[in-house]
């Protein structure tokens, strides 16, 4: 268990719909950083939050946005959903700002039909 | 931009027999290095990392690492595998920031690993 919580496990959705991801860092950790990964794109990264601001965007469509709460939990919104969209997003937190060691979260899979 | 090769989709190893997966970046500093394994249905667990200093890391579950910058490659190696070593494996390159730290990491596309008895 590497303390990184995410939720939903699953969510099946219908096209055109707007999802939230939710991510519970590791106790202590600042950063949160939320990655998608799937079969034809692989993981890529989205976005960096870090004590509550954004610190850098990854390949994130503007559909998708993110933002990171005072408590440090932190949710990924997916807005008018494509089959494209279907794929496995992970969370994953560290202290710092990436020179310490990121965990990851089990992941959402996330099924757009 | 940063970019990570990992040019093995597959390899297949028998039990107790060495392995070396192989991992080439493109970064035109320095990168922090990582390497994750994947087990079906799970999330990423982090197997060793490489920020600076010695240049071979060692890692969790016997693995270890070593940074060649005139090569740029961070190969991993286990000399004798355990069936439950099959999976699938990531090298990640992150970007340090210019005010310190790195950014969001950089995958490869992953080596599948399978173990033969």
């Known amino acids: 268990d590497s303390g990184v919580t995410q939720t939903p496990k699953h969510l099946i959705t219908a096209t055109g719909q707007r999802v939230t991801l939710r991510c519970s860092p590791r106790?202590?950790?600042?950063?949160v950083y939320w990655y998608q990964q799937s079969l034809d794109q692989g993981l890529q990264f989205l976005i960096h939050?870090?004590?509550?601001?954004?610190?850098a965007k990854g390949n994130i469509l503007e559909r998708f946005s993110a933002q990171q709460f005072p408590d440090l939990h932190s949710e990924l919104n997916l807005s008018s959903l494509e089959l494209g969209d279907s794929a496995l997003y992970f969370c994953?937190?560290?202290f710092g700002t990436g020179e310490t060691e990121a965990f990851f979260g089990q992941g959402t899979r996330l099924t757009v039909v | 931009a940063q970019s990570v090769t990992q040019p093995d989709i597959h390899i297949t190893v028998s039990e107790g027999a060495s392995l070396e997966l192989r991992c080439n970046y493109s970064?035109?500093?320095?990168?922090?290095l990582f390497w994750y394994v994947q087990s079906p249905g799970q999330g990423l667990q982090l197997l060793l990392k490489?920020?600076?200093?010695?240049?071979l890391v060692q890692g969790i579950k016997g693995f270890e690492a070593e940074f060649k910058r005139s090569q740029s490659s961070f190969n991993l190696r286990k000399p004798s595998v355990h069936w439950s070593d099959a999976a699938e494996y990531f090298c990640?390159?992150?970007?340090?920031?210019?005010?310190?730290?790195?950014?969001?990491?950089?995958f490869g596309k992953g080596t599948h690993l399978i173990i033969q008895p």
């Open positions: 994953a937190s560290s």
């Open positions: 106790s202590g950790d600042l950063s």
């Open positions: 939050y870090y004590n509550g601001e954004e610190r």
């Open positions: 970064y035109g500093a320095t990168p922090y």
């Open positions: 490489y920020f600076s200093g010695d240049t």
């Open positions: 990640a390159v992150g970007a340090r920031l210019s005010g310190g730290g790195a950014d969001g990491l950089t």
